[in-house]
């Protein structure tokens, strides 16, 4: 197994792969990763899916027999997407069995259109749910105002829900409440609490945005100060009485997850955000291209401060440099949405016409 990846495995954080494709899962280059790698989970979004359908010719087949449906392309989507997901989750499962449920997840979202209509966000996560079938598959859900309604609805409901989309300390404290009162309710109505989550923190997000309004020695350092904010807070909630109360009951903590790690800036090292993100009790999602640079030479020098370390005094600078880091959070998650949203239409719209050029030839 590869030394840079088991290192990271070692101290106790999880490295999934940011990334699905019919390619992937057949080319046996996933299961390599999980042998290889330490790779134990996996995610998924509409990106990601835009890429993996738009190009070549790996879903034409299965496009061609599920063409003469008389279903909207969207139910074709989803088709599709599990049929990818289910494979992946089988190929995890024996990381979920041997680790109780902790590790081997997998990750479907739901249509990013309904990120501000909690209402019809319940509803889907619990139709994903039942038509995936696997234990150890994560509905993510988005962290808007919505999305946290949501939240709250489908952990009640037994839906296990990766809350993506999260951008500051006060977005993971509200989905972190949200999977709190999910719990209590199922709590008070005598159900199982075994119901998993994770939370979604983006991170290189925050420094493609300020790249150009703050002076060069600030460049790559909001992301990762945003990050250990938000372990601080990760930490004091799970020593706080009110969770304590709930892992008493046979609750699972829900465990912080690193997205958007992949280095933006072609002068930064390669595996910036993975080697200073790491952290015991977390998970780092990352692209192939930074998982390949990860095991190639990258290191694991030091781990997070469990108190942020000096978080407050970068951000505090950056401040003063005019950065608003409530007011960019915000803006952040709108354009998250935003662009899973022109994702979503754009792999809508090559499947439609993939379906109407293969109609028949199954």
């Known amino acids: 197994m590869n030394i840079s990846t088991k290192n990271l495995h070692d101290l106790g954080q999880s490295l999934w792969l940011d990334n ?22 996996l995610t998924s979004n509409p990106t990601i899916f835009e890429h993996a359908i738009g190009k070549g010719s790996f879903y034409d087949d ?15 989507f989803f088709s599709l997407a599990l049929q990818d ?16 449920g902790v590790d081997g997840w997998v990750s479907l979202e739901v249509s990013p259109l309904l990120a501000n209509n909690a ?16 234990e150890n598959l994560f509905i993510k859900i988005p962290g808007t105002p919505a999305g946290i309604e949501a939240i709250e609805e489908a952990i009640f409901d037994g839906v296990p829900v990766n809350v993506t989309l999260l951008f500051s300390r006060e977005h993971y404290i509200a989905a972190a409440e949200a999977y709190m009162r999910g719990l209590e309710r199922r709590l ?23 790249a150009e309004k703050v002076s060069p020695p600030f460049r790559n350092r ?10 601080r807070a990760y930490r004091e909630l799970l020593a706080g ?19 958007s790690t992949g280095t933006k800036d072609p002068a930064e090292l390669d595996t910036l955000y993975v080697q200073a993100l790491a952290a015991p009790d977390t998970i780092n999602t990352i692209p192939e291209k930074t998982l390949m640079a990860f095991a190639e030479h990258g290191k694991v020098d030091a781990v997070l401060p469990v108190d942020g370390g000096h978080a407050e005094d970068v951000l505090a600078e950056f401040r003063r440099e005019g950065i608003d880091d409530e007011a960019l959070a915000a803006r952040l998650q709108k354009e998250g949405a935003d662009a899973f949203s022109l994702s979503w239409h754009s792999m809508l719209a090559r499947l439609e016409e993939k379906r109407g050029l293969l109609r028949g030839q199954s």
């Open 20 to 41: 699905i494709s019919r390619e992937l899962i057949v080319s046996g280059t996933l299961a390599r990763y999980i042998a290889d790698l330490a790779v134990t989970g």
């Open 62 to 76: 299965a496009i061609a027999e599920l063409a003469n449906r008389d279903e909207q392309i969207e139910a074709l």
């Open 85 to 100: 997901l289910t494979a992946a989750a089988d190929l995890f499962l024996p990381v979920f069995k041997a680790t109780g």
């Open 119 to 134: 209402a019809k966000t319940i509803r889907a996560a619990a139709e994903l749910h039942e038509a995936a079938d696997r």
């Open 188 to 210: 008070e109505a005598g159900l199982d609490l075994k119901i998993a989550s994770v939370a979604s923190l983006f991170v290189s997000r925050w420094d493609v945005a300020v």
């Open 222 to 231: 909001l992301g990762i100060a945003i990050a250990m904010r938000t372990y």
């Open 241 to 259: 009485p009110r969770w304590q109360r709930l892992a008493q009951e046979g609750a699972r903590p829900q465990r912080l997850l690193w997205a």
